[in-house]
């Protein structure tokens, strides 16, 4: 049985199970062309019209919040594997300090 464990052999598995689920997804999908009813390839929006404009959402909010938990990630990781010496206070201020400006700004 640890002949399924062998990478090569776990890879040609993994692909027949991909193969067969996207053959099941596909048998089940509606077909691509059917303008006799228009509401099976609309999306559901609760009886509302949609927007007619395309929105054009900006990343800065999400970069900002990726920016944050890497540093404290990173930052307590790193923190975390060194001793408890001033130099690790020290840093730990400087990540706090970053921390406060990524939250302010």
């Known amino acids: ?3 399924l464990l062998y990478p ?3 890879f040609v598995i993994y692909l027949v199970l991909v193969g067969v689920l996207s053959g099941v997804g596909r ?3 509606v077909p691509a062309h059917t303008h006799a009813d228009a509401t099976k390839s609309s999306p559901y929006a609760s009886g ?3 927007e007619t ?4 959402p ?3 909010q999400f970069f900002v919040v ?3 938990f890497a540093v404290l990630h990173l930052g307590m990781l790193l923190a975390g594997s060194s001793g408890l010496t001033m130099v690790t206070g020290a ?3 400087g990540l706090i300090l970053a921390l406060v400006a990524l939250i302010l700004g």
């Open 27 to 29: 048998a089940l999908a």
């Open 66 to 68: 990726a920016l944050f």
């Open 1 to 3: 049985m640890d002949v």
């Open 53 to 56: 404009y395309q929105a054009a």
């Open 8 to 10: 090569p052999i776990a």
């Open 91 to 93: 840093y730990l201020v």
């Open 58 to 60: 900006g990343y800065r």
């Open 48 to 50: 509302e019209l949609g």
